[in-house]
C-alpha cells in the first residue's frame, strides 16, 4: 500500500526541470521511508516530521505534494476493492434474511426446552441445595469437633487454674499457668479467649506474688508475736536438758545408756545416763511433750511464697527482701523496754523474743536451701550479740538487788547455753558474766552494808551473856569463838564479844554462799571459783565491813564504852579470819597453799578498825578531858591557895579512873597508851592554860592552887590507874609542869640560871621562853601593888629580883632564837 501511495505521488508531482534523474530516485526513495514512517503506528513522528522540515528549502511544498498523490492513489485501491466484493456482500446479507426466521423458531424451541428443563430439575436442585448443606454441616461438626478436642483441654486447665486459685494453691497455680502457656495456649492461640487467657496470666501471677507477698507479710507479723513463745519453749527445754545433765552425772557410775533428751527444730539430742524406773517415764512423757518450732509456728507461708518467688524466678527478690525484713525485726527484739531491769520478767521476755528470733532462723537456714544463709545468721547474730552485751551491761548497772541480778545471770546462762545448741558463738555472753558478776558482787556488798549497819544499830556493845550451856553452844556454833578460862567458868558467865561478832561472821559466810550461787554453772575451775569467793570476801571485808566499821566509830553517840567493845570485837573478828579461809576451802576443795590462791586481807581491815577506834578512844577522852578543863575557874589574883585541890580537877580524876577501869579488857598496850595520851593531854592543857596569852596576871596564891592540882594529877598517875606501867612512867606526863611550878614555889632561879643547858640540871624541863611568859604575868602583878609594897624592903628586894631574872631569861630567849 505504501508503494501504491508512492506511485500516486509520483504520478501527481511533475518532475522538476532542474534536478537530474538520479537525483529523482533518491528523492522519491527519501519520502518513501517518511511515508512509510508515518504510516507506522508505533514509530515516534516527531523526528519523521522534523526531518521534512529540517531537510532542505521546499521540502515541506514537495512533501505536501507528494502526500495528496499517495492519499489519491489508496482512494483508487480502495474503490477497485469494493467493486470486487459488493456481490458477495449483497449475497450474504439475503442469507442472513433467510436464516433470520429459522433462528427465531429454533430460538422459541429452545426456550421452551429450556424451561422444561428448569420446571423439571427444580426439585433436584432443591435436594442437591440441601445436600451440599449438609455436607457442609458436616464438615463445620467435625472441625468444630476437633477444635473443641483442642479446646477443652485448655477450658479444664485453665478452670483448674481458677480452683486452685480459689484454694490458695498458688504453687500448682503457677505450674498449671506454666503448662497452659508452654503447651495448651500454643494449639489454640488464634482463639480469642485463648488470647484473653493469655493476656490474664501474667496478671494472675502479678496477683500471686501480691498474695503471696502479703501471706509472707502476716508471717513475719506473726513470727514477731511468738518469737516470745518459741524462745520460752527453747530455753525451757535448755533448762531441761542441763537439769538432765546434771542427774546423768550423778547416776554415771550405775551404767550408760543413750536416750533421746529434748529435740529442736526436730534435731534430737541424746545423752548418756541411766535413770531409773519413775525417772524414765517422766522423761518419756517429757519427751511426748516436746514441742518444736514448727508446732509452734506456721513455716508454710515462708515456703510457698518461696516456691512461687522461685518458679517466678524472682527468688532473689524474695530473698533480699525477706533477709531486710528479718534484720529490721532483729532491731526491733533488741530494742528493750525502759523498765526492763526493773523485774526479772523484763530480762526474761527480752531473751525470749531474741532466743525465739534465732530458733525461727535456725530452722528457716536448715529447712530452706539458700533463703537464708549461715553467714547472713553469723551476721546477725554478731550484731545482735554487741547489742545484747550493750544492752546488759547498761540494764544491769541499774540493777541494786543482788536477787534480779542472779536471776539474770541464770538467764543468761541459759540463753547462752540455748543459742549454743544451735551453734551459735556465746564465748563473750560468758565474758560478760564476769562483767555481770562484778556488779553481782557491788549489789551485794551495797546489801551486806545495810545489813551491817543495822547489826551495829542493834548492838548494845556489852559482853554477850550466856544463862545456860544451850546458849553457850549457840554461840559457839555460829561463831568460833575458843577459850579455856572462859569455858572453864560456871555458868551464868559472860563472853568478851558482844552479839554483833557472831552476827557479822554469820552474814559474811552469807555472803560467801551468795558468790558461790553466781560461781554455779559458769563452766569455771575450781580455782577460779575458790578465787572469785576469795576476792569477794575480800571486797566485804576491806571496803564494806570497813567502812561500816569506820564511820561507826566516827558516830558521836558512840561512847569510850562502845569503843572498847568494838576493839574487843574487831580482835575476836580478826581472829576468826582463818576459819573463815577454812570455811572457803572446805566449799572448793582448793588447798590454801595453791601457788595463786587468794588469801584474805580481813586481818588488815580489823587492825585498820582497831587503830581507828583507838584514835577515837585518845580523841574523845581528849574531848572528855578538855570539857572538864573548861570548868576551871580559878581566881588568878588570889593572895594564898585553899588548901585542897580543885572541885573540876577531882571530878576529872574520878572519870578517868572509872574509864580506865573499863580499859583493862583491852587487847595489849591500848590502855597504857590511853592512859599516858589522857595523861600528857591533861598536862598540856594545865600548861596552856598558865600560858594563856588572855590571862595578864598570876599571883603566888594562884601557884600555889594550881601546884596542889598537879600535885593530885601526880598521885593519880602514881596509882598504876592502868597495870603496866613501869615507875614513875606515867608521872613523867607532868613532868614539865613539876619542874616549872617547883622553880616558881622555891623561887631558886640562882639554880635554874647557873645550871641552864647542863644535862644535870634540875630545871631542866623548864624552857626559858615558858618561864619568862609567866614570871611577866607575876612581875605584873608586883607593879600593880607597887604603891604598898615600896614600904616594904622585901617586897622591893623581890621586884628588884623579878626584873633581874626577866633580863636575864630574856637574854636566853634572845640567844636561842638566835
Known amino acids: 500500500m505504501t508503494e501504491m501511495a508512492s506511485d500516486r505521488v509520483h504520478a501527481v508531482l511533475p518532475d522538476p526541470p532542474s534536478q537530474s534523474e538520479e537525483e529523482n530516485k533518491e528523492e522519491e526513495k527519501a519520502f518513501r521511508n517518511i511515508f512509510a514512517e508515518l504510516e507506522s503506528v508505533d514509530l515516534p513522528l516527531g523526528a519523521t516530521l522534523r526531518s521534512i522540515y529540517d531537510d532542505q528549502p521546499n521540502a515541506h511544498k514537495r512533501f505536501m505534494e507528494k502526500l495528496d498523490a499517495r492519499i489519491r492513489n489508496h482512494d483508487r485501491e480502495i474503490e477497485k476493492m469494493c467493486n470486487f466484493h459488493h456481490q458477495g456482500f449483497v449475497d450474504a446479507i439475503t442469507e442472513l434474511l433467510k436464516v433470520r426466521a429459522d433462528a427465531e423458531k429454533l430460538m422459541g ?50 478452670s483448674k487454674l481458677k480452683e486452685q486459685l480459689e484454694s490458695k494453691r498458688y504453687y500448682a497455680a503457677l505450674k498449671t499457668m506454666e503448662q497452659l502457656e508452654k503447651v495448651f495456649i500454643p494449639r489454640v492461640s488464634q482463639y480469642r479467649f485463648c488470647q484473653i487467657m493469655a493476656e490474664n496470666l501474667p496478671r494472675l501471677r502479678e496477683e500471686i506474688k501480691e498474695i503471696s507477698m502479703s501471706d509472707l507479710k502476716d508471717f513475719l507479723e506473726s513470727i514477731r508475736k511468738h518469737s516470745d513463745k518459741v524462745g520460752e519453749t527453747a530455753m525451757r527445754q535448755a533448762q531441761q536438758h542441763r537439769t538432765f545433765n546434771s542427774a546423768v552425772a550423778k547416776q554415771a557410775s550405775i551404767g550408760h545408756y543413750s536416750k533421746p533428751v529434748y529435740s529442736l527444730n526436730g534435731r534430737t539430742h541424746t545423752h548418756n545416763g541411766l535413770m531409773m524406773n519413775d525417772e524414765a517415764g517422766e522423761e518419756e512423757e517429757a519427751d511426748e511433750e516436746v514441742l518444736t518450732a514448727q508446732d509452734l509456728v506456721d513455716f508454710s507461708p515462708v515456703y510457698r511464697c518461696l516456691h512461687i518467688y522461685t518458679v517466678l524466678g ?28 526493773e523485774t526479772v520478767e523484763g530480762y526474761r521476755r527480752y531473751f525470749n523474743q531474741i532466743v525465739g528470733f534465732f530458733v525461727v532462723e535456725d530452722h528457716i537456714l536448715h529447712a530452706t536451701q539458700g533463703l537464708v544463709t549461715r553467714v547472713f545468721t553469723d551476721e546477725l547474730w554478731n550484731m545482735a550479740l554487741s547489742k545484747i552485751i550493750a544492752v546488759l551491761r547498761t540494764h544491769s548497772s541499774y540493777c541494786d538487788d543482788p536477787d534480779l541480778v542472779l536471776e539474770l545471770k541464770n538467764l543468761i546462762v541459759i540463753f547462752a547455753d540455748t543459742l549454743q545448741g544451735y551453734g551459735f558463738p556465746v564465748n563473750r555472753l560468758f565474758d560478760l558474766l564476769f562483767e555481770v558478776r562484778d556488779q553481782y558482787n557491788e549489789t551485794l556488798l551495797k546489801k551486806w552494808a545495810l545489813v551491817f549497819r543495822e547489826i551495829f544499830e542493834l548492838d548494845n556493845y556489852s559482853p554477850i551473856p550466856v544463862e545456860t550451856e544451850e546458849e553457850y553452844k549457840l554461840v559457839v556454833s555460829r561463831f568460833p569463838f575458843h577459850d579455856a578460862e572462859i569455858e572453864k567458868q560456871e555458868f551464868p558467865k559472860k563472853l568478851p564479844m558482844s552479839q554483833s561478832v557472831p552476827q557479822i561472821y554469820t552474814q559474811v559466810k552469807e555472803l560467801i554462799y551468795a558468790s558461790l550461787k553466781f560461781s554455779e554453772s559458769l563452766h569455771r575451775s575450781s580455782t577460779e ?17 570497813s567502812s561500816c566499821l569506820q564511820n561507826l566509830i566516827k558516830k558521836p553517840h558512840i561512847g569510850l564504852t562502845e569503843l572498847v567493845q568494838i576493839i574487843i570485837n574487831t580482835t575476836h573478828l580478826e581472829q576468826a579470819c582463818k576459819y573463815l579461809e ?24 580489823f587492825k585498820d578498825a582497831r587503830h581507828a577506834a583507838e584514835g577515837e578512844i585518845y580523841t574523845k577522852l581528849n574531848q572528855k578531858i578538855d570539857e572538864f578543863i573548861q570548868l576551871a575557874d580559878y581566881e588568878w589574883g588570889m593572895s594564898e591557895s585553899d588548901g585542897r585541890a580543885s572541885g573540876y580537877l577531882m571530878d576529872l580524876i574520878n572519870f578517868l579512873r572509872s574509864t580506865f577501869q573499863v580499859f583493862t579488857h583491852l587487847p595489849g598496850k591500848v590502855a597504857q597508851t590511853a592512859c599516858m595520851s589522857a595523861c600528857k593531854h591533861l598536862s598540856t592543857s594545865l600548861m596552856q592554860m598558865l600560858l594563856d596569852t588572855d590571862l595578864k596576871q598570876i599571883s603566888m596564891g594562884a601557884i600555889q592552887q594550881f601546884n596542889l592540882d598537879v600535885i593530885q594529877c601526880e598521885l593519880f598517875a602514881s596509882s598504876e590507874p592502868v597495870p603496866g606501867f613501869q615507875g614513875d612512867t606515867l608521872q613523867l606526863a607532868f613532868i614539865d609542869l613539876r619542874q616549872l611550878l ?26 626559858p621562853a615558858t618561864a619568862l611568859a609567866l614570871l611577866e604575868k607575876m612581875k605584873d602583878t608586883s607593879k600593880k601593888n607597887h604603891i604598898f609594897s615600896q614600904f616594904r624592903k622585901n617586897d622591893r628586894d623581890k621586884q628588884k629580883l623579878i626584873e633581874t631574872v626577866v633580863k636575864q631569861l630574856r637574854s636566853l630567849v634572845n640567844g636561842m632564837s638566835s
Open 529 to 545: 571459783i575458790d578465787d572469785m569467793l576469795r576476792k569477794s570476801t575480800n571486797l566485804l571485808l576491806t571496803r564494806t565491813l
Open 314 to 341: 524472682d527468688r532473689e527478690t524474695f530473698e533480699n527482701y525477706y533477709r531486710k525484713q528479718r534484720k529490721k525485726q532483729a532491731r526491733l527484739v533488741l530494742q528493750p523496754q525502759a523498765n526492763m531491769h
Open 582 to 605: 577454812e570455811f572457803i576451802t572446805n566449799i572448793t576443795n582448793v588447798s590454801p597453799e595453791t601457788v595463786h590462791t587468794t588469801r584474805l586481807y580481813g586481818l588488815s581491815t
Open 109 to 158: 424451541q429452545v426456550t421452551d426446552t429450556n424451561r422444561r428443563l428448569q420446571e423439571a430439575g427444580r426439585e433436584v436442585t432443591a435436594q442437591t441445595e440441601e445436600v451440599i448443606r449438609c455436607r457442609i454441616q458436616q464438615r463445620n461438626m467435625a472441625t468444630t469437633v476437633e477444635k473443641l478436642h483442642l479446646c477443652i483441654p485448655v477450658l479444664e486447665k485453665y
Open 742 to 767: 617547883d622553880l616558881f614555889m622555891v623561887w631558886d632561879w640562882s639554880t635554874y640560871l647557873a645550871d641552864y643547858g647542863q644535862p644535870t640540871s634540875k630545871y631542866l624541863r623548864v624552857n
